[in-house]
C-alpha cells in the first residue's frame, strides 16, 4: 500500500507570494492533518480534516488555510509569505479520527521563503 | 494551557538501554504518542499509550503515568540507527470536541560506539 504522498518536495518562494501544497493519503484514510517544523518550534499543528470538513485548527493566522477534497486529498495554501514560515510542511493522515487512530506522516514540503 | 518537556539532547552508548522522558500539562488529555524522526525523514510511530502502565514492543517501551502527567521512552540494546530525535506527542481534546496532536520539541539522541 502506499504511503502519503506530498508534492512538491522542495519550493522556494518570494516574500508576498502564496503557495499551495498538496497532500495525498494512505488509501482508505479519511482523516488528514497538516504540521509546521521549524528547528526553533518543533512540530505545530496546524489543522485537521476529516470527510472534507475541518475539526480542529492550530494557532496560526489566517493566512493559512487548507481544504480536503471528496477523495480526502487534501491542500494547503499560505498566502502573503514571510520568512518566518520557512518550514517543513507535514502531512499525517489516519484511518479515522478517533483517539486511538495512528497517524502515518509523509515525507513533507520543504519551503523556503527569501 | 498545553505544555510538553522533554530533553533535548542525550548521547548513549550501543548496546546500553536509554530513557528518554516526556511530562505534559493538557486540559483534554486522550493519549500519548512517541514517534522516532531521523534527520530529513519523516516521524514514524513508535508507540501510543492511553493508560497507565508499560507498553512493550520489541526494544521499545513506553510508560504512561496520568495522574502526574509523565511518560517515558525506553529503547534497549541501542544500536547506532537509533540515533534520531523522538517525539513525544499528546492528543488533546480540542475546545471541539475533537483530537489534535500536540508535540514536543523533541529529544536528539547520539547513539556512539
Known amino acids: 500500500k502506499a504511503g502519503v504522498t506530498q508534492t512538491p518536495r522542495y519550493l522556494i518562494k518570494t516574500r508576498g507570494q502564496q503557495v499551495t501544497l498538496s497532500c495525498s493519503p494512505i488509501?482508505?484514510?479519511?482523516?488528514v492533518s497538516w504540521y509546521q517544523q521549524t528547528p526553533g518550534q518543533g512540530l505545530q499543528f496546524l489543522f485537521e480534516?476529516?470527510?472534507?470538513?475541518?475539526?480542529n485548527k492550530g494557532n496560526f493566522p489566517g493566512r493559512f488555510s487548507g481544504r480536503q477534497f471528496s477523495n480526502s486529498r487534501s491542500e494547503m495554501n499560505v498566502s502573503t509569505l514571510e520568512l518566518g514560515d520557512s518550514a517543513l510542511y507535514l502531512c499525517?493522515?489516519?484511518?479515522?479520527?478517533?483517539?486511538?487512530?495512528?497517524?502515518?506522516f509523509g515525507p513533507g514540503t520543504r519551503l523556503t521563503v527569501t | 494551557g498545553q505544555n510538553i518537556d522533554q530533553p533535548t539532547e542525550m548521547t548513549a552508548t550501543e548496546g546500553a538501554i536509554v530513557q528518554i522522558n516526556c511530562t505534559y500539562q493538557?486540559?483534554?488529555?486522550?493519549?500519548l504518542f512517541w514517534y522516532q524522526q531521523h534527520a530529513g525523514e519523516a516521524p514514524t510511530f513508535l508507540s501510543y499509550?492511553?493508560?497507565?502502565g508499560l507498553e512493550e514492543k520489541g526494544r521499545f517501551s513506553s510508560f504512561l503515568s496520568r495522574s502526574k502527567g509523565y511518560s517515558y521512552l525506553l529503547l534497549k540494546e541501542l544500536q547506532m540507527k537509533d540515533s534520531a530525535s523522538y517525539l513525544c506527542?499528546?492528543?488533546?481534546?480540542?475546545?471541539?470536541?475533537?483530537?489534535?496532536?500536540?508535540f514536543g520539541a523533541g529529544t536528539r539522541l547520539a547513539v556512539h560506539p
Open positions: 480534516y476529516f470527510s472534507e470538513t475541518q475539526r
Open positions: 493538557t486540559s483534554g488529555f486522550n493519549g
Open positions: 499509550n492511553v493508560l497507565d
Open positions: 499525517a493522515s489516519s484511518l479515522g479520527a478517533g483517539p486511538t487512530y495512528e497517524q502515518y
Open positions: 488509501s482508505g484514510h479519511r482523516s
Open positions: 506527542a499528546v492528543r488533546d481534546r480540542g475546545s471541539g470536541g475533537y483530537n489534535k496532536l500536540i
